[in-house]
Each structure stands twice: as C-alpha cells, then as structure tokens.
C-alpha cells in the first residue's frame, strides 16, 4: 500500500516505478569504466592524485616524503625567482603574481589595479621592460603604498 501512494504501481508481476518502459527498454550503464580497454578520456589537464591507502598515509615515511618535497618545491620556486618576479604570460597575471614570495592576494590585486587591467585577465606581453615595471609596482605596494 505505501509503495501505491510513492507514485509505484502495479505492471507485469513486479513493483516497478511509474514510467518505467518496460522489456523494449535499452540501459546504458557504466560499471566498471576504469577497465575499459584504451586511455582513460578526461577533460581535465591536471593527472588525478593516486589513491592511497589510509595507514599509508599515516605513515611516518610517507609524511617526511611529502614534507621533503613540499620543501624542494619551494626552493626551486626561491631559486627561480632569483632571476626575477615568476610571471607566465599564458596565465592569469593574478596568480601568477600570487606565486611570487611576499605577495599574497591582496598585493596580487593591487599590483593588478596600479596596472590598470581586469582582475582576472592574462596581463600585457611580459618583456624586459614590463617585468621591471610589475616589479617596482610590487615594491611599492609591499611598501604599503
């Protein structure tokens, strides 16, 4: 009786739900789709994270590793911007600035508002005398200016 009220009714023997199509009906489902055969199709241009398993990652060795290589991440980051502000001109200018030591979201914004461009767009041409105008920008508004 509930399962009358829910919308269900009675058809071919079985309870099925209201609508249903019956044996003429074609379902497409997709079980088991990481054992298809070929490359695994994704719009995505990031790899997905491995699956590991929790006492893994609880472990001390597995931990040090990833502290370890947060750490050269950083150094390798510090190094290059040895040379000068990290500034890719295919992305957003924004971030782009954001990955540079000191300059957080705030200073990003700024710096983008002394360059008088949208928040979010992918910023000028970076030559020689851009970067040294986005870092003098940056200079001052570390300066609080």
């Known amino acids: 009786w509930p399962l009358a009220l829910a919308g269900f009714h009675r058809q071919l023997g079985a309870w099925q739900p209201q609508g249903f199509a019956g044996a003429g009906a074609q379902q497409v489902r997709a079980f088991a789709s990481w054992r298809q055969k070929g490359p695994m199709v994704t719009n995505s241009t990031f790899a997905p994270y491995p699956m590991v398993p929790?006492?893994?990652k609880r472990s001390s060795a597995f931990r040090d590793a990833?502290?370890?290589?947060r750490k050269a991440a950083e150094r390798a980051r510090r190094a290059a911007?040895?040379?000068g502000m990290l500034l890719d001109p295919k992305k957003q200018l924004l971030i782009e600035l954001k990955r540079n030591s000191g300059i957080g979201?705030?200073?990003a914004e700024q710096i983008v508002k002394h360059l008088e461009m949208h928040k979010r767009g992918k910023g000028p041409p970076i030559d020689q005398a851009m970067r040294e105008r986005i870092t003098d920008i940056a200079r001052a508004v570390r300066m609080g200016k």
Request: aromatic share 24%.
């Open 54 to 56: 929790y006492g893994v």
């Open 66 to 69: 990833k502290k370890s290589a």
């Open 81 to 83: 911007e040895e040379k």
């Open 105 to 107: 979201w705030y200073r």
